[in-house]
């Protein structure tokens, strides 16, 4: 499959060579032909030199002096250097999708592209994302560096360990883990009940063995047997708590209100209870710092926390948005999976918490995710109908989106095998609604793909029009939150709910946690909570199965049906094609 891509003075030599491998001839024009196959991420990654991160950091503002390195590419910004003022007069840029396919969207390389292309319109712009996970990367998934010519860097870095950030948060989960046994094992004075711990260890893998497991065996020194179970560290309620945390004091608190059980009686226990939030904090005073890094065009980048969107908010973190807000004019942002999902928690929940109004939202569409949504099983090939019905999904996120107080832009990310029909569809069908679509080629071509991109967005800001408001207020009932975001995101016509949902409602009414936000846990699959409903489903109702509380975090789980907190590995694992050889040098990472 060929893309263009511009020939940089940076990489020219590397596309010479690729293009000499395949025999190509050299265009006399600014481009030139290459394949993705015979040049992948992390070889386009590495055929650009990086800037030293105090010279990346000049560029904010920041004195070199104020970083806290790790290497000569990567560093940690101290949180003294948000400021609220800088916050209010800078703009805020979500970037989120169309319901997800097989296909991929490619919401992070779109992100990555448009900070680019905003800097190459004379904006000074950077980019906020979340920290990639290591079990996807070693699973199907792969990293989420961007791709192509829009990637953050060091890429192997950031997908691989990074600044140790994850390893903080799993190490501050297990240290609470390892508290609450070690507790059992010696008296139980708070009477924990040992069939009523919600806590569940985690690590940074995909590892189907570990999600239902009995610890405590070999005796009366190991420990008291009880049932227990691995999450992935994202999916870990002090991941959630570090990406919504305002500082260390707040990361202290939120720790310490974590849910860890009940006990005989039926009554809450607190990491508090333990005396726990004080030492997880001290695992965490490096972690909860964002980190600086830079893209492939050397523009800024600052990359933090990683919860998933589908269980938790799915949001880099509050510490992360508010500095690049204050060091940076625009910042763009994305959240993961469809609008159904993180777009709307970014907005009802991350939003509110920190009391940022984002200015402009970017719709990413591709036209294989609209032949997929149209019914089209074979997504490569031209399918104009399938376009056109497939179309549906977006137009409901478009609704979604205006909810917000927000007029999208569309970001049509291109692929090769887009036909010029099938995009003039798109944007056709797109100013139908009132929307402007704009071809995006960030993959290809680097910010000078995504220029009139870049302009669209500012000109969407300009307008004044973009005036955000959340879907809900918070001191709604909880089944009426739920049913809000069901009907008026989702396009349910009811919610259903099992008994141990309806109980669950009324013990967090009683513990005085019902004016806490909604963080839905659905597929991302579709609308609906039926993964297998693609496109647009109507008239259908939404079961929640039952409802979980981080009240450390701070929000109220409805989990519609079967929702995965620890992946397993596919049957030929994306890390069975790594190599690393004597060198250091990695290849086969995506």
């Known amino acids: 499959m060929l893309r263009e891509c511009y020939n940089y003075n940076k990489i020219a030599e590397t596309c010479k060579t690729v293009l000499k491998k395949i025999s190509l001839v050299l265009p006399t024009s600014k481009t030139i032909i290459m394949t993705k196959k015979n040049l992948t991420d992390i070889e386009i990654a590495h055929s650009v030199k990086p800037e030293r991160i105090k010279k990346i950091a000049k560029k904010l503002g920041v004195d070199p002096d104020e970083l806290e390195p790790y290497g000569k590419y990567k560093a940690k910004l101290p949180l003294h250097l948000i400021d609220d003022k800088k916050i209010k007069q800078n703009h805020l840029i979500l970037v989120t999708a169309l319901t997800p396919t097989p296909a991929g969207e490619g919401k992070t390389t779109v992100s990555v592209g448009l900070t680019d292309g905003l800097n190459q319109i004379g904006k000074q712009a950077t980019v906020v994302l979340r920290e990639p996970s290591l079990g996807p990367v070693f699973g199907i998934k792969g990293g989420a560096a961007g791709g192509g010519y829009a990637q953050v860097i060091p890429m192997e870095d950031i997908n691989l360990h990074f600044t140790g950030d994850f390893a903080a948060v799993e190490k501050a989960n297990n240290l609470l883990s390892a508290l609450i046994d070690n507790h059992i094992h010696h008296k139980n004075e708070l009477q924990l009940d040992v069939r009523q711990i919600f806590w569940k260890r985690v690590m940074d893998m995909n590892d189907r063995a570990l999600r239902h497991i009995v610890v405590g065996l070999g005796g009366k020194n190991n420990g008291v047997p009880r049932e227990d179970g691995f999450n992935i560290t994202p999916a870990s309620e002090v991941m959630a708590i570090l990406c ?39 695992l965490l005073k490096d972690a909860i710092k964002p980190n600086l890094v830079q893209t492939l065009e050397h523009n800024p980048a600052i990359i933090h926390g990683g919860p998933f969107a589908n269980i938790a908010q799915g949001t880099n973190s509050i510490i992360a948005t508010k500095m690049g807000l204050s060091l940076s004019k625009y910042v763009v942002t994305e959240a993961g999976f469809g609008a159904d999902l993180g777009a709307e928690k970014f907005l009802n929940i991350k939003s509110v918490y920190s009391k940022l109004n984002p200015e402009a939202v970017v719709l990413v569409v591709t036209v294989r995710a609209l032949r997929h949504h149209g019914g089209e099983k074979d997504f490569d090939q031209p399918q104009p109908e399938a376009v056109k019905k497939g179309f549906a999904n977006v137009e409901k996120h478009i609704e979604n989106i205006r909810k917000f107080g927000i007029n999208p832009v569309i970001a049509i990310n291109k692929f090769p095998n887009d036909t010029d029909e099938e995009i003039a569809l798109v944007q056709k069908l797109a100013k139908k609604q009132g929307v402007e679509a704009v071809v995006a080629e960030e993959w290809a071509k680097g910010g000078k793909g995504t220029k009139e991109l870049a302009k669209a967005v500012v000109n969407n800001i300009k307008t004044g029009k973009n005036h955000f408001k959340p879907l809900y207020k918070w001191e709604q009932s909880i089944p009426e939150k739920i049913l809000k975001i069901a009907r008026e995101i989702y396009g349910a016509n009811d919610v259903e709910y099992s008994k141990k949902a309806l109980t669950t409602i009324k013990k967090i009414e009683k513990l005085g946690y019902a004016h806490l936000p909604i963080v839905m846990a659905k597929t991302q699959k579709s609308l609906s909570d039926n993964p297998g409903k693609i496109g647009r489903p109507t008239d259908f109702n939404v079961f929640v199965r039952e409802i979980e509380i981080n009240t450390g975090a701070g929000f109220i789980i409805p989990i519609l049906g079967k929702m995965m907190r620890m992946p397993g590995l596919p049957s030929t694992p994306a890390s069975m094609n790594m190599q690393i050889d004597k060198h250091g040098n990695i290849t086969g990472l995506s």
């Open 244 to 282: 919504l945390a305002k500082d260390l004091k707040d990361l202290k608190t939120k720790l310490g209100n974590i849910l860890i059980g009940l006990n005989m009686n039926g009554d809450p226990v607190y990491a508090r209870d333990l005396k726990a939030e004080d030492a997880m904090t001290i």
